[in-house]
């Protein structure tokens, strides 16, 4: 049975600080892993997918990672600013195209 | 273009009532998955719609069901309510099936009494 973890559940940075996300699930047999940003009351805002036969992909100051052997995502952010602060999900879709999330890292940037 | 509609945003019921909440995926998006919210348990997945036949399934009771329309809108009813309940529910939409970028409705919040 899939599980996704995140650690920290939470971080607080100071602005313009570079930061890592990190995310690992148990089973390698995935489809491919999304990294999401949810605001306080709102519904999730997609930043990144990487399908499994992909290593990395960037859009703008975020960058996601996927090392499908060890069973880890990473999310960076760079030169982070008060706007990052949000709540960050990652989620697996499996082979059998059912999703599963963890419970996310809740990002405070320090003005 | 609009986003995924969710309605309605806020929902207050009672014990062994039932409820609809509705979504309308955002235009040429075929796949329309249900999500459940919750502080304790996070975010399960529900069930997934394309073209008016569920497509998949997650691990809740037969209370929480579903359905799609012509026009891939979607339903999702929950009879005999309990305080568990309680939730943010959340709609997502895709184009196709099968690891598409899913884009996310407000969300209904539902606070059962």
């Known amino acids: 049975k899939q599980e996704v973890t995140q650690i920290p559940a939470a971080l607080s940075v100071p602005e313009g600080e570079n930061l890592v996300l990190n995310c690992s699930f148990t089973?390698?047999?995935?489809?491919?892993l999304q990294w999401f940003r949810q605001d306080p009351g709102k519904g999730l805002t997609s930043l990144l997918l990487i399908q499994s036969s992909q290593r990395e992909q960037t859009s703008g100051r975020l960058n996601a990672s996927l090392d499908k052997s060890s069973g880890r995502s990473t999310l960076y952010i760079a030169a982070s600013q008060p706007g990052d602060s949000a709540t960050y999900l990652c989620?697996?879709?499996?082979?059998?195209?059912?999703?599963?999330f963890g419970k996310g890292t809740r990002l405070h940037i320090l003005p | 273009k609009a986003g995924v509609t969710q309605t309605p945003r806020y929902l207050i019921k009672t014990r062994g009532q039932q409820v609809t909440l509705s979504c309308s995926p955002i235009?040429?998006?075929?796949?329309v998955s249900w999500y459940q919210q919750t502080p304790g348990q996070g975010l399960q997945f529900l069930f997934e719609y394309f073209s008016e036949t569920q497509r998949n399934k997650g691990n809740f009771p037969g209370r929480f069901s579903g359905r799609q329309f012509s026009n891939s809108r979607s339903e999702m009813n929950v009879s005999t309510l309990e305080l568990g309940d309680s939730a943010l529910y959340l709609c997502?939409?895709?184009?196709?099936?099968?690891?598409?970028?899913?884009?996310f409705g407000a969300g209904t919040r539902l606070s059962v009494l």
């Open positions: 235009s040429g998006h075929r796949s």
């Open positions: 089973d390698s047999a995935i489809y491919n």
């Open positions: 997502a939409s895709s184009l196709n099936s099968g690891g598409h970028i899913q884009y």
């Open positions: 989620a697996v879709m499996n082979r059998d195209d059912k999703i599963i």
